[in-house]
């Protein structure tokens, strides 16, 4: 029989106790510079403008709670995942991420960058500082990930295998540069990048699938993927739930907070009721994180 999945935030230390997990490993996370998360909040405080839907953040708390929260939650690790939005900000945001991660344990120290001449630097100066993920945002930055700028960044990347969680899919909003096409032309020049397709690739579903099964290092987050809110707006064919199935050592857990606009426990019980087993929950929800992020048992 299936554990039940989590009724609410409360329950859901009960949920992966009783999967036999010691807690979750969430790879996509933000903790942003307080300016910087405020202008996140507004962007989603005006979603209808946007998105043409509703965005209630569920956890606009100051930064000292949100870590209480995904404390109790049983978050065992995560990242902190800064992203530019123009030229000139990722070394500044991949400072405050290096400080914030300083004095948080449980953090996945993270980094990010944006093509401009001199990203391999501050990238070359993460990596050897312990960066342990990158995240970029090809619809928010607006730039063709396939840059000539970013050569040398995606061959280091490469090289050291260090994962980089991109955010590439044409959801919640098309981009001039999203979509599979874009990652197809950046594996065929660097095939052994170990990306993490954001949201599943949604709504490119079935294209992102395909590149997950070409490439070995390509994995997917499952972040708002299979909620009440994204299948409302992007639905997921059921037809595609076994060949998900089959990719269970290479999907990881994503949530997004704390810019969700649902409770955390949600993301979990959506993830539950596809109905591909509990030995698949203990994957996604733990044990590829803990396994990509070399995280003691």
Request: hydrophobic share 45%; net charge negative.
């Amino acid at each position: 029989m299936s554990v039940p999945p989590p009724v609410d935030d409360d329950d859901v230390p009960r949920f992966w106790r009783e999967l036999g997990l010691p807690g979750l490993v969430d790879v996509h996370v933000h903790f942003l510079p307080p300016r910087v998360q405020a202008k996140v909040w507004a962007y989603f405080e005006a979603a209808r403008t946007h998105y043409g839907a509703e965005w209630p953040v569920a956890y606009p708390l100051p930064e000292d709670e949100r870590l209480a929260v995904l404390a109790r939650l049983g978050v065992r690790a995560f990242p902190t995942l800064p992203y530019p939005h123009k030229a000139g900000m990722a070394a500044w945001l991949n400072d405050w991420s290096a400080g914030f991660a300083a004095t948080h344990p449980q953090v996945l120290r993270s980094a990010t960058f944006f093509p401009e001449p001199e990203a391999p630097h501050y990238v070359a100066e993460a990596l050897d500082a312990g960066v342990r993920v990158f995240k970029v945002h090809v619809q928010v930055g607006s730039f063709d990930p396939r840059d000539a700028l970013l050569d040398p960044v995606w061959a280091r990347l490469e090289e050291t295998g260090t994962p980089v969680v991109i955010h590439c899919g044409s959801g919640p909003l098309r981009g001039e540069h999203t979509g599979p096409a874009p990652m197809a032309g950046l594996l065929e020049r660097h095939p052994r990048l170990q990306l993490v397709i954001a949201h599943l690739g949604m709504p490119e579903y079935r294209e992102f699938l395909d590149l997950a099964e070409r490439y070995e290092r390509v994995h997917l987050d499952t972040t708002m993927f299979a909620t009440d809110f994204t299948e409302r707006l992007m639905p997921f064919d059921p037809a595609l739930r076994p060949r998900l199935g089959a990719l269970r050592d290479r999907v990881l857990l994503g949530s997004d907070f704390p810019s969700i606009p649902y409770p955390y426990a949600h993301q979990l019980a959506a993830l539950a009721r596809l109905g591909l087993g509990d030995d698949w929950l203990r994957a996604v929800l733990h044990d590829n994180g803990a396994r990509l992020f070399g995280l003691p048992a």
